[in-house]
C-alpha cells in the first residue's frame, strides 16, 4: 500500500489514461475521484501523488500542501505534476515552492517519461522507508539499552548500601558517595536516552498535575548537586518570596532545570559562577541559567538544541551526549513553552530561560508536606521474596533487607518465585519483570489469584506508562524502575 502511486486528475479520462500507463508497467496505483477520497488514502499510505495541474490550481491545493508540510521529519513525499504545455503556470510555480518534491510532467505525455517518472519517484520514496526503518530501530536499540545498562546499576547501588551500613566511618563514606554520585550520572544519561526514544515513538505524554514553583527548585537541585560540587562551582539561588502553583507534569520540569543546571556545570571552569532566577510573570515561569563558562560561538546557538548535538570549540573534543539540552527544549514545546538561549561569544558565560505558561491563577500555597515515614525495619521479620533473574541484584538485595532486619528468601525466575510462595507464603514479593521460565506479569498473575493478600512490587529495567500499567494490570501495587531508589524502597516495604 505504502508503494501506491495515488492519481487525481482534472478528469476522469485523464485519470484512467495514467491508471492504465502505470498499470501496464506494474506500479501499483489507484485513482481518488475526489479530494476527500484523495487526503483519505493518503493517510493510509501511498509512494507519491500524480495530480495535474488544474487540480493545484483549485481548491485541493489547500489540504495538499497542509498534509505535505505535517509530514514526519522522514517522509518527503514526491509528486508529480501533469503541466499543461508551454511555461509553467503561476500555481506550478507556486506548488513547486509549497510541496518540495515536485517533478513536473508536461502534457501531452509520453508514456515513457510518465513510467520513468513514477519510478524515479518511488525508488526516493523507497530511501524514505529505509530511513524511517532505521530511525525505528534506533529508538528500539535506545530503549533496549537503557533497560540492560539498568539490570548492572541495581546490584551496585544495592552493595554502596549494604557497604555503607557494615562499615560506617569517613573513608568508607566518602567511596561510597563518589560511587553513588556516579551512580546517579548513569542513571539519568539512561533514563534521558531513554526519553528520546520515548519522544521519537510519540510515547511520551505528559502527566500534569499541581506543583509549585519551589517544589521545582527543590528536586532539580537535588539532581544537579552532584555535577556543581564536583567542579566546586558557587550556585546563586533566586526565587519569588512567595511560592506559585503549577499545572505541569513535576517530573518534567524538574528534568529540564535540572539539565540546564547540570549543563552550565560541565561547560563551565572550576571554581565557576553559576545563577539560577525562578520568577512569574503572568501565568508565565521562568527558570534562568547563567553561568561564567565557556559560552558559545553565534553559529552554534541555532544547533544548541538539536538530538546528539555538540558545540564545537576550538581546540576541544566534544563530550557528552548532546541530550539533556534537547530533551529540555521538547518537554518545553509540550508545556506550551520556550526555550532560548543567550551568549556573548567563548569565553563569556551562556544564560538559558525555560519559559512555561503553567502558572496556576490565585494559588501560592505550597503543597502539604508529607508524613513522616516510619522507620526502616520497623515491620520486623516480615517475610520478604526477592526474585530477579540477575543474581548479583537478588544477592545483594537479599543482603541489605536482612541487614535491616527482614526475613528473606531469593528465586531467580517467575516459576521458582510461585513454587516459593506456595511453600512459604510472604508477606511480600519484589520481582524483577523480563525473566525465563515465566516472567514477572505472568507470575505476579498467578500469585495474585493463589495468594490475594500477598503485596507484589515490581522492580524493573522497564518504566514507559505502558509498563506500569502492564504491571498493575497483572496484580502489582506498585512499580519501581531500577536502579531503584533504596531509600524509598524500603520506606514503601516498612509502611
Known amino acids: 500500500m505504502e508503494r501506491r ?45 500524480l495530480v495535474a495541474e488544474e487540480v493545484i490550481s483549485g481548491s485541493a491545493m489547500a489540504p495538499i500542501k497542509s498534509f505535505v508540510g505535517a509530514q514526519p521529519p522522514w517522509s518527503d513525499l514526491p509528486v508529480l505534476v501533469l503541466t499543461l504545455r508551454g511555461s509553467p503556470s503561476v500555481e506550478v510555480q507556486r506548488a513547486v515552492e509549497s510541496l518540495g518534491n515536485v517533478t513536473l510532467i508536461e502534457r501531452p505525455v509520453r508514456t515513457i517519461g510518465l513510467v520513468s ?31 540492560e545498562l539498568r539490570n548492572p546499576l541495581a546490584p551496585i547501588r544495592t552493595s ?28 539519568r544519561l539512561v533514563d534521558d536516552l531513554l526519553d528520546v526514544a520515548r519522544i521519537s515513538t510519540g510515547k511520551v505524554s505528559l502527566q500534569a498535575r499541581r506543583t509549585t514553583v519551589r517544589s521545582v527548585l527543590t528536586h532539580a537541585l537535588e539532581i544537579s548537586s552532584s555535577s556543581i560540587q564536583d567542579k566546586s562551582h558557587r550556585l546563586t539561588v533566586v526565587q519569588p518570596e512567595q511560592d506559585f502553583a503549577l499545572n505541569a507534569d513535576h ?4 528534568q529540564s532545570v535540572a539539565n540546564l543546571l547540570v549543563n552550565a556545570a560541565k561547560f ?28 558559545l560561538q553565534e553559529q552554534s546557538k541555532a544547533q544548541i538544541f538539536e538530538l546528539f548535538a555538540q558545540a564545537p570549540v576550538p581546540g576541544e573534543l ?5 541530550i539533556g539540552l534537547n530533551l529540555a527544549k521538547r518537554f518545553a514545546e509540550m508545556h506550551g513553552g520556550t526555550i532560548t538561549v543567550a551568549s556573548e561569544g567563548l569565553d563569556r558565560g551562556s544564560e538559558f530561560v525555560l519559559s512555561l505558561p503553567v502558572v496556576l ?24 521474596l526477592v526474585v530477579d533473574d540477575n543474581v548479583d541484584a537478588a544477592d545483594t538485595l537479599e543482603a541489605l533487607l536482612s541487614i535491616e532486619g527482614y526475613s528473606v528468601a531469593v528465586a ?32 505476579a498473575r498467578r500469585i495474585r489469584a493463589e495468594r490475594s493478600g500477598v503485596r507484589l512490587i515490581a522492580l524493573t529495567g522497564w518504566g514507559q506508562d505502558l509498563d506500569r500499567q502492564k504491571a498493575e494490570a497483572a496484580g502489582f501495587n506498585q512499580h519501581f524502575v531500577k536502579p531503584v531508589d533504596l531509600e524509598r524502597l524500603l520506606t514503601s516495604i516498612s509502611s
Open 361 to 384: 491563577a490565585d494559588e501560592g500555597a505550597s503543597p502539604p508536606e508529607p508524613a513522616a515515614a516510619p522507620p526502616h525495619g520497623a515491620a520486623g521479620a516480615r517475610k520478604i
Open 268 to 295: 563551565t571552569p572550576p571554581n565557576g559562577e553559576i545563577e539560577l532566577v525562578a520568577q512569574v510573570q503572568g501565568d508565565t515561569v521562568q527558570f534562568r541559567v547563567k553561568d561564567n563558562g565557556r559560552g
Open 412 to 443: 531467580y525466575d517467575g516459576q521458582a518465585a510461585l513454587e516459593a510462595v506456595r511453600k512459604d507464603p510472604p508477606e511480600i514479593v519484589l520481582m524483577d519483570i523480563g525473566m525465563p521460565r515465566m516472567d514477572g506479569y505472568e507470575a
Open 251 to 254: 517530573a518534567r520540569v524538574v
Open 318 to 322: 566534544a563530550s557528552g551526549l548532546g
Open 5 to 49: 502511486i495515488l492519481i487525481h486528475a482534472g478528469t476522469a479520462q485523464d485519470a484512467v489514461l495514467a491508471s492504465r500507463v502505470l498499470g501496464a508497467a506494474r506500479i501499483d496505483c489507484a485513482i481518488c475521484a475526489s479530494i476527500h477520497a484523495l487526503l483519505a488514502e493518503m493517510e493510509r499510505g501511498c509512494g507519491a501523488l
Open 117 to 147: 517518472a513514477a519510478r524515479s519517484a518511488l525508488r526516493a520514496r523507497d530511501r524514505q522507508y529505509q530511513v524511517r526503518l532505521a530511525d525505528q530501530r534506533k529508538d528500539e536499540f535506545l530503549a533496549t539499552l537503557a533497560h
Open 160 to 187: 554502596m548500601s549494604i557497604l555503607r551500613r557494615l562499615q560506617p566511618g569517613d573513608q568508607v563514606a566518602q567511596i561510597v558517595g563518589v560511587v553513588d554520585r556516579q551512580v546517579a550520572h548513569l542513571t
